[in-house]
């Protein structure tokens, strides 16, 4: 397994959220479980997944989350927030980005 390149929390709501980034091809896990497999519906993947859109990184990293509390709608969203944050903790450069799709607010 390769070394954490960065770790942050999100929160939505009453959801907590708390990411991992490592190097790899783009896969994601939540609560042990696929992304598409733990967010049943597509938009909450999609809304899981958009700071890796918006930066263009989705084949780069692969993420690992944990999240607790709240719905599934709630939960994806910490999960959103939680990358945006590892992301800028990664690379500074992509917070300008992030901040004018507005991931970067609770």
């Not at 190097?23 to 909450?44: C, M, W």
Request: overall charge positive; cysteine-free; aromatic content about 4%.
């Amino acid at each position: 397994m390769a070394d954490i390149l960065a770790q942050s929390t999100g929160r939505r709501k009453e959801a907590v959220a708390r990411v991992r980034l490592r190097p790899g091809s783009g896969q994601a896990h939540v609560n042990g479980k696929t992304i598409d497999n733990y967010f049943a519906r597509e938009t909450l993947v999609m809304l899981a997944r958009q700071p890796l859109s918006v930066t263009d990184t989705v084949s780069r990293y692969d993420i690992d989350a944990t999240v607790f509390g709240g719905g599934l709608a709630g939960q994806a969203g910490a999960v959103m927030l939680g990358i945006s944050r590892a992301l800028v903790a990664i690379e500074p450069g992509l917070r300008t980005p992030l901040r004018r799709a507005g991931l970067m607010t609770r």
